[in-house]
Each structure stands twice: as C-alpha cells, then as structure tokens.
DNA sequence: GTAGAATGAACCGCGGTTCAGTCATCGGCA
DNA sequence: TGCCGATGACTGAACCGCGGTTCATTCTAC
C-alpha cells in the first residue's frame, strides 16, 4: 500500500528545495534527497515535475482560503474584516518563509498557474475579499458606488505587493508592522465617511 | 560591422515569441526565425538567452521610466501626477499587448524581474511614484503622517495587480476604465481631506 | 512466498551554444 | 571601371550537458 504520508512530506520537501534554488534550478533528485527517498518513488505519487508545484499550490492555497473564511466569518464589522485579512495574510508571509518565497516569486511564472490549473483557487481567494466588499456596501460603511471587482483587486495586489517587497529584501523590518497602516489607506479609500 | 539595428530586431522579435509561447518554452532558434536570421547570430549580440530577456527588460523600463518621468514633470498637482501615472501605467498595458504579456506575466519568474539585474530599474519607477508622495505630503495633500514606502508600493501593487488581471483575462473589458476608479480609492485613501 | 513499494542507474530527448564554412561588402590597384 | 583579396558578419548543422523520466531489480511487510 502507497505511504500516505509520502505525498505530503515530498511537497514539505520541495518547498524547502524550490525556496532555496527556484523552480527550474531545483532537480527531482534535490527534491527526493531532500524528503529522503529516491527520485523515482516521486513518480509514485506525481506524475511529472510540474505536477508537483500545481499541488503544493492546490493544497496550500485551499488551506489558506478556508482559515481565511473561518477568520473573516467571527469579525462582525466589514472594517474589522479587511483589517483581519490583512493582518492574516501579512502573519502568513511572515511565518512561512519557504512557502512565501516560493509563491510571491517562484509561482508567478507564466502559463502554467496563473492560468490555467490554479486560478480557481486564487479566484476563491478574490472571492472571499470581494464578499467582505459588498457585505460593507450593503451595511453602508463602504462607498455605494464602489467598484467591486476594481478594489478587489487593488488590495490584493496591494497586499501582495508588499508581501513580495518583504521576500525580495532583506526581510529587514517586520511585515506585521505595515498591516495597519496598509488596511487603513484602503479603508479610507473606500469607506463612505472617514475611518 | 555589426547591424546596430540587429539587437533591437531581435529584441522585438523575442517579445512577441515570448508573448505567444512563454520564456522556457521559447527556443532560441524561435526567436531566430521570428527575427528571420540564423541562430548563430543571435550569440552575435546576446551573450545567453537569459541576456535577451534582462536586456529586453532594461530597455523597456528604462523608456518607461523616461516617460513616466516626463510626462509627470509636465503636471504641477500631486493628485493629478498620481491619476497621470495609473492612466499612463494601464494604458501602456493596454497598447502593448505583447509586451504586457511578457512583463506581467514571463518576466515575473524566478530570480530575474524584481531581484537580480533589473532590480535597479524597477526601483526607480518606485522612486517616482515616491517623489509625488512625498510631493503631496509637502503640500499638505497627502497625510503628513503617510507612510511613504508602504502607500508607494500599494499603488504599485493595486496597479500591477489590475494588469495582470487583464493580461491573464480574456482582455474582455478596456483597461483604462479602471484607472479613475483605482486613483480616485488610492487619492482617498492618503488625502488629508477628501477628493 | 508474494504483492507491491522503493530504488537509482541509465536512457533519451531537448535545446542552448559553438564553430567551421559561406557569403556580402569594400578598399586598393591596374 | 572592373577585378581581387581581405575582413568579418552570418549561417545552421552538430555537439554535448542536463535532467526528467523509466523500469529491471531489490527490499519489506504480511
């Protein structure tokens, strides 16, 4: 019988070698001395390199958008709800090193994610922001006009952008640090009356 | 002598092989026929593949930047420099379909976009955006407690964030239609007063 | 003893790069 | 003007290292 565990401890592995190397620097062998097993057992568990990312991505990705939606749901107020995603996406980056690294640098390549197999999950992460939006909208704390897919957007890429900023520095300052500051801009941008 | 035009037909060519089929998927010898030269050749001007792809970033964003800086020059309000560049940014997108392609989407792979050689560049068009600012913070526009580097790379962030939405979308909906939308919740977002 | 999980050396296709040969250009000379 | 040799840009077939994948064999658990 399959190890169960295998899978799991292979995509632990290869987010260490993929941090450490990239994507395409990174062999199947690196990956299986890493997870301490021999490159053809991976084959096993995944039918090609590729494979493997699509997964870890799946998988962590599905995590993340259901403690998120968990989180999200205990705030009452739309304002307290943005400040808690961003604070839970900044806390994420800031404790998962390797995951971070590899998904603000190694999983923006082209075709494959973006497009394609992942965007589901990433739109169901966009899914989660733009509900908390309207849900602002409808209690009239947020503009009545405001255009949902627009400012959907711009938090995430505002957040993501920060996020990347932080994994590409020197990690020298605290990420934490601008999750105020950043849901505060946005909120102001887009609430009715001053926050 | 060498063609001085050669390096930028090849650059040209390499853009749109890149836009159609991604970077690692691209042979050398694509690029060639697109350009309609030998392979050979193309080592004649580019020390690597990797090279056309850094020198056909530099190029771009150096111009970009340029005008960027120009045009920016040419307005005297902090909230009108603002609305300038989101218009400029989406559409240079927008008319550059190839190019957006490559730099939205190849040219985040890796180690090569924000880290490495084209790190210089990339700050600099952060450097702009963070002169208006600071700009604005001088006026008594902008928040005087605004915290520069975070606000600078939201913007850059909700701007890129929205490109590559619409590169990887089926580009169903004019670009530049967000750019009022997307100034107008920034400007409200570090304005003292509202906009 | 058997099933099937694990192994890892070897295979093989790919494609970046090279380089020996070809060709176009041009200055010098009769 | 017309020929000739030299220069060096250009060509593209072949090379070669790389690494994803395979599979004959070994190991392990029951």
Chains 1, 2 share one sequence.
Do not use: C
Not at 1 to 25: E, H, L, T
Not at 42 to 58: G, M, N, P, Q
Not at 128 to 136: F, M, R, W, Y
Not at 148 to 175: E, I, N, P
Request: charged share 30%; no cysteine; proline share 3%.
């Amino acid at each position: 019988m399959r190890d169960p565990d295998k899978p799991q401890a292979i995509i632990d592995a290869a987010i260490r070698v993929f941090a450490r190397n990239g994507y395409y620097n990174s062999r199947v062998s690196d990956i299986a001395r890493e997870a301490g097993i021999a490159s053809g057992t991976i084959y096993l568990y995944f039918k090609t390199k590729d494979d493997i990312l699509v997964r870890l991505f799946r998988e962590k990705m599905a995590e993340w958008v259901a403690l998120v939606r968990k989180e999200v749901a205990a705030e009452g107020d739309p304002l307290a709800k943005i400040r808690k995603i961003v604070a839970l996406h900044f806390r994420k980056i800031e404790e998962s090193p390797d995951l971070a690294e590899v998904v603000q640098v190694e999983l923006r390549q082209g075709h494959k994610f973006f497009r394609g197999a992942s965007a589901h999950e990433v739109s169901a992460y966009f899914d989660v922001i733009q509900s908390v939006l309207e849900e602002g909208v409808a209690a009239g704390r947020f503009r009545r006009d405001l255009p949902l897919k627009v400012a959907t957007k711009m938090l995430f890429g505002a957040m993501d952008q920060l996020a990347t900023s932080w994994v590409l520095g020197k990690r020298a300052y605290r990420l934490t640090d601008a999750a105020a500051p950043v849901a505060s801009i946005f909120l102001k941008g887009v609430t009715t009356d001053d926050v």
